[in-house]
């Protein structure tokens, strides 16, 4: 199956840039652990007593085109430059990428890494998927994009089908989830659609992944946000933002999402996964998810 992803370039009614400039300071107090180790969040913290990311990962749609010639090889450049973490998606080759359960989850083994989750197509072959992603090990089967839905009624009715599919998916020993873009963070009859699905939804059988990008390019608060529905988002996508000329993706510490204080809510609230993306590059792709690499191994949370 060919996943099919809408680039945020493409997306309409992105916010105007003074809005996506982000410098949040109202988070609170610090509220950091000390102790050595790793806590509760699953954070380590470093010798400044500030927690940090020690085993950040990287959505492989990030490489996409590159991965589809050598999905080792790649896999091991990934783990090179510092990610212990992937998240996969459903590419031409499927999102093992050709290789058996066993097969993925013996290289991951190989490389010291773990696969987290998936992106992919959960409205068919749903059990398959599900039974797949549990023998390679993968606790999260998300779906990436469903699409701006036409009333209200619909996104409930959206709600109602994730959690059968949370259901499916908690018989075959993973969870159900679902990745927002922008458009479920747009105001659509005075309600928030996003809002919708996790007001609507089992917490016990339908987890959710925000994309720190997507809900600042449409607009909306993350940190009131991530706040409001505490323990509702169980991963996150990491990738920074320009929104001039136009919106666009670039490397991690380069853009206007202030990451070091965002990411400190998201750790207090319940995230645990902290996935990487990337959608577009300056240069060369590699350079760029190494750039982003350097970045989360040094950034520490206000």
């Known amino acids: 199956m060919t996943y099919n992803r809408r680039l945020f370039l493409k997306s309409a009614g992105v916010a105007a840039a003074g809005s996506l400039i982000f410098s949040i300071s109202s988070c609170g107090g610090s509220n950091e652990k000390s102790s050595e180790g790793a806590d509760s969040t699953g954070l380590a913290a470093t010798g400044a007593?500030?927690?940090?990311?020690?085993?950040?990962?990287?959505?492989?749609?990030?490489?996409?085109?590159?991965?589809?010639?050598?999905?080792?090889?790649?896999?091991?450049?990934?783990?090179?430059?510092?990610?212990?973490?992937?998240?996969?998606?459903a590419g031409d080759k499927g999102f093992l990428w050709g290789l058996t359960p066993k097969e993925f989850k013996a290289y991951m083994d190989e490389l010291g890494m773990t696969i987290v989750s998936t992106h992919a197509d959960t409205t068919k072959g749903l059990e398959k998927a599900a039974a797949e992603a549990a023998e390679a090990g993968i606790t999260y089967l998300l779906q990436p994009y469903i699409g701006p839905?036409?009333?209200?009624d619909e996104w409930k009715k959206r709600a109602e089908e994730f959690n059968k599919r949370g259901e499916i998916c908690q018989k075959a020993g993973v969870k159900f989830g679902y990745h927002n873009h922008d458009y479920s963070f747009k105001d659509q009859d005075g309600k928030l659609p996003q809002e919708i699905l996790l007001d609507n939804t089992d917490k016990s059988?339908?987890?959710?992944?925000?994309?720190?990008?997507?809900?600042?390019?449409?607009?909306?608060?993350?940190?009131?946000?991530?706040?409001?529905?505490?323990?509702?988002?169980?991963?996150?996508?990491?990738?920074?933002?320009?929104?001039?000329p136009e919106p666009?993706?670039?490397?991690?510490?380069?853009?206007?999402?202030?990451?070091?204080?965002?990411?400190?809510?998201?750790?207090?609230?319940?995230?645990?996964?902290?996935?990487?993306?990337?959608?577009?590059?300056?240069?060369?792709?590699?350079?760029?998810?190494?750039?982003?690499?350097?970045?989360?191994?040094?950034?520490?949370?206000k």
């Not at 839905?149 to 209200?152: F, G, H």
Request: include cysteine.
């Open 149 to 152: 839905q036409k009333t209200l």
């Open 49 to 89: 007593g500030t927690p940090s990311i020690p085993d950040f990962g990287l959505q492989l749609y990030s490489v996409r085109d590159i991965i589809g010639k050598d999905p080792k090889g790649v896999l091991k450049q990934i783990a090179d430059l510092g990610y212990k973490k992937v998240e996969s998606y």
């Open 248 to 301: 666009h993706s670039v490397d991690l510490g380069t853009g206007e999402i202030d990451f070091t204080s965002l990411l400190k809510v998201g750790a207090d609230t319940g995230i645990t996964q902290f996935i990487v993306e990337q959608e577009e590059y300056p240069g060369d792709v590699l350079t760029s998810i190494g750039n982003d690499a350097a970045y989360m191994k040094k950034l520490v949370f």
């Open 205 to 244: 059988l339908v987890h959710f992944e925000l994309d720190l990008m997507w809900i600042v390019a449409a607009g909306q608060d993350p940190v009131a946000h991530l706040k409001k529905y505490a323990g509702r988002y169980d991963l996150c996508h990491i990738k920074d933002l320009v929104s001039k």
